[in-house]
């Protein structure tokens, strides 16, 4: 079994931070974990990259192309399309065996996939799936991380419009999953405070905040109770707060994500002899 996470979430968030993060992290748990960019518009990032979707295309070349002619939105999900088009590449660059930066046995592989702000790859479009199912394809075991930058996440109407958003990506990939709030360490201490109130949500104080003075509370005050309600009583979506200047912060959720993905807990599995799942039976 191989070990993936696939970072996603809106743009700017705070994805390819995260990746770098974890991996020096791991690093210096002594653990193996390789970042993959697979933002064909990446400027920047300080991790070393496992392997690089610009070594197969840029968004230039979907821009500047004569015929394509695409904006850098569009240009963008074509080069997804044409990465999922041209998979046999990045099966030889995940499983071909000649990467000098894989080391030790392909069976401990534990990779991060930094992915494009693009949020709607993994709201309706189906590249984000296609993703997914061929990583499974190719042994991976897969855990959606969901970035949202917690800065916007003080107060209800914006916590509103965040868990809906992470509920989308949720509904598509169909796939284990974790919000992440990033870049706390920016918070001031009354704003850390109000977040932790959204760490829990309850449909109560949440209508309590909304309904005073925001126009859209007051009009749709049923609505927003009923979502609020729906999102308590199902605990449907939940919060990890993510302080990249906390080393303690960094390795919770390393160890969340690590039990999602139920990673090193296959020897467990064996010792215990447990009957043989039934088909289709995941847990
Ligand atoms: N202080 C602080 N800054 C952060 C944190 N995470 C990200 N940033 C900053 O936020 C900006 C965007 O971060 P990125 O990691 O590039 O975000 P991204 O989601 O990869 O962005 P796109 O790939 O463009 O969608 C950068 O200036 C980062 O330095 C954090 O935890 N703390
Ligand atoms: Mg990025």
């Known amino acids: 079994m191989r070990f993936a996470q696939i970072i996603v979430g809106p743009a700017g968030s705070g994805k390819s931070t995260y990746c770098s993060l974890m991996q020096q992290y791991a690093m210096d748990c002594k653990r193996n974990v390789q970042v993959v960019n697979l933002d064909p518009a990446a400027e920047h990032f300080t991790y070393n990259p496992l392997t690089d979707i610009r070594d197969l295309i840029h968004l230039d070349d979907a821009m500047e192309d004569e015929e394509l002619h695409y904006g850098p939105n569009g240009g963008l999900i074509f080069c997804l399309e044409f990465l999922i088009e041209n998979q046999e590449w990045l099966k030889e660059q995940l499983c071909g065996g000649e990467n000098e930066l894989m080391v030790g046995e392909p069976d401990d592989d534990y990779i991060l996939f930094d992915m494009p702000g693009q949020i709607e790859l993994f709201t309706h479009l189906k590249m984000g799936r296609q993703l997914v199912e061929l990583l499974e394809s190719w042994n991976f075991r897969t855990c959606v991380v969901f970035c949202l930058d917690s ?3 003080v107060d209800g109407a914006k916590f509103i419009s965040g868990t809906m958003a992470a509920l989308s990506v949720m509904a598509n990939m169909e796939q284990p999953h974790i919000n992440v709030l990033t870049k706390v ?40 109770q009923a979502i609020g309600a729906l999102i308590e009583d199902f605990s449907l979506v939940r919060f990890f707060p993510l302080d990249s200047q906390d080393e303690e ?5 390393l160890l969340q994500i690590d039990s999602i993905l139920q990673y090193g807990e296959d020897a467990d599995v064996n010792v215990k002899d447990f009957d043989e799942p039934e088909e289709g039976d995941q847990d």
């Open 249 to 253: 912060s960094v390795g919770d959720l």
């Open 151 to 153: 800065q916007f996440m």
């Open 185 to 224: 360490d920016l918070l001031s201490s009354d704003a850390r405070k109000q977040l932790e109130m959204y760490l829990e949500p309850d449909a109560h104080s949440l209508m309590g905040e909304l309904t005073i003075g925001t126009g859209f509370g007051e009009k749709y005050a049923k609505l927003t």
